[in-house]
């Protein structure tokens, strides 16, 4: 395969896998570590096209990538959602950023691309390389975790 050649089959697969890996990562990580990571995982790619090229489902490898390294990344430092601004505190409570750092990583990167993002379950289930069914999982038990910590009911 010639240069430019590899250097457009690169290109069109950031296109396509980037900004779903890039917004998993954030929901799991925060933005500033989600999209360094998204960057180290894309660099990786890079470095292994070759092999990364060939699997059947790269976005879902490429999140993986980007999560170990977040995971070194967080080691030293704190997962920080940005609090909420007082002008948008009647379209946001104020209390969900610390909510959602209290769930698990997939319970957190699943609500947040479900009802943050308006990804369907398929597309979830997609980029973490997780059958639907554990997307549905997740998300009833991340809910209910939700809603007791905000101490809200309903659906």
Known sequence: MGEDTLTTAFTEFVVEHERRVRS????????????????????????????????????????????????????????????????DAPWVEPGLPDALVSLSEVQRIVIML?????????????VLGISKSSVQTHTDRGMKKLRRKLKVEGS
């Open 24 to 87: 998993a990562l954030t929901a799991a990580f925060g933005i500033e570590i989600g999209r360094e990571a998204t960057a180290e995982a894309l660099a990786y790619a890079w470095e292994n096209w070759g092999r990364v090229s060939e699997m059947d489902n790269p976005g879902a490898y490429l999140f993986v990538v980007g999560r170990d390294k977040a995971r070194r990344m967080t080691r030293k430092r704190t997962i920080l959602f940005p609090a909420v601004a007082r002008e």
């Open 114 to 126: 479900l009802h943050g993002y308006d990804w369907t379950m398929n597309e979830v289930a997609d």
